[in-house]
Every structure is written in structure tokens, then in C-alpha cells.
């Protein structure tokens, strides 16, 4: 059973900058595809960025480019969300998951997520 934990969120202002963290348990960490995906009040849960094992890489949301940046350590088990210049509109809570097949971007192809954070950007 694999599992995961985000951290980090919080209430921020706008133009704020924000680190979210996901610790996954398992020993396939190095393997996972990894994947942010943001859920606002009334709207259906969103694709916001992965981060591919070998090599790592990186696919975004084009509402985030260039204002967030997903990493992982694999030495730590923990992939990172480093969010930059926010916006009351990326209010919502965020969950990291592990990718079981097919495209990124749909959440029904994750098969393990975590609980959430709630992120909160003021105006």
C-alpha cells in the first residue's frame, strides 16, 4: 500500500510564494509518476503539473507555467510543489497522486492520492 501526505499549504497573500511538499511511503518511489491536481469549491478536480521518474520530466498546466515548478527528491521519497507568484485563483485544496496508467491529465488514472491541502491566496 502506498501512501501520501501533503504539507505547506496555508492563507497567503497575492503575489506570495508557497512550497507544498508530498511524502510518499513505498519503495518504487524512484518509478512513480507523480502528479499535482488542485480542486477549487464547486469545480471539478484539476491537472496542475508531473513530474516523470526517468528522466524527470516535467508537464504543466498552462494556467501555472512558469509560476509553479514541481522537483522530487528521490532520496527522500518526496516530490515538491514550489508555487510563485499566487493568485486568488489558485485557491483550492491540493492533492499529490501516483499515476497508475494512461494519459497525465485525468484524475481517474491515479490509483493512490493524498488527503489534500488547502491553499488560500488572499486579495
Known amino acids: 500500500q502506498v501512501q501520501l501526505v501533503e504539507s505547506g499549504g496555508g492563507l497567503v497573500q497575492a503575489g506570495d510564494s508557497m512550497r507544498l511538499s508530498c511524502a510518499v511511503s513505498?519503495?518504487?518511489?524512484?518509478?512513480?509518476?507523480l502528479t499535482w491536481f488542485r480542486q477549487a469549491p464547486g469545480k471539478e478536480r484539476e491537472f496542475v503539473a508531473t513530474?516523470?521518474?526517468?528522466?524527470?520530466?516535467?508537464y504543466y498546466a498552462d494556467f501555472v507555467k512558469g509560476r509553479f515548478f514541481i522537483s522530487r527528491d528521490n532520496a527522500k521519497n518526496i516530490m515538491y510543489l514550489q508555487m510563485n507568484s499566487l493568485k486568488p485563483e489558485d485557491t483550492a485544496v491540493y492533492y499529490c497522486?501516483?499515476?497508475?496508467?494512461?494519459?497525465?491529465?485525468?484524475?481517474?488514472?491515479?490509483?493512490?492520492w493524498g488527503q489534500g491541502t488547502q491553499v488560500t491566496v488572499s486579495s
Open positions: 513530474i516523470r521518474w526517468d528522466p524527470a520530466t516535467t
Open positions: 497522486a501516483v499515476l497508475k496508467s494512461g494519459s497525465i491529465y485525468y484524475s481517474f488514472n491515479y490509483y493512490y
Open positions: 513505498g519503495r518504487a518511489f524512484s518509478t512513480y509518476v
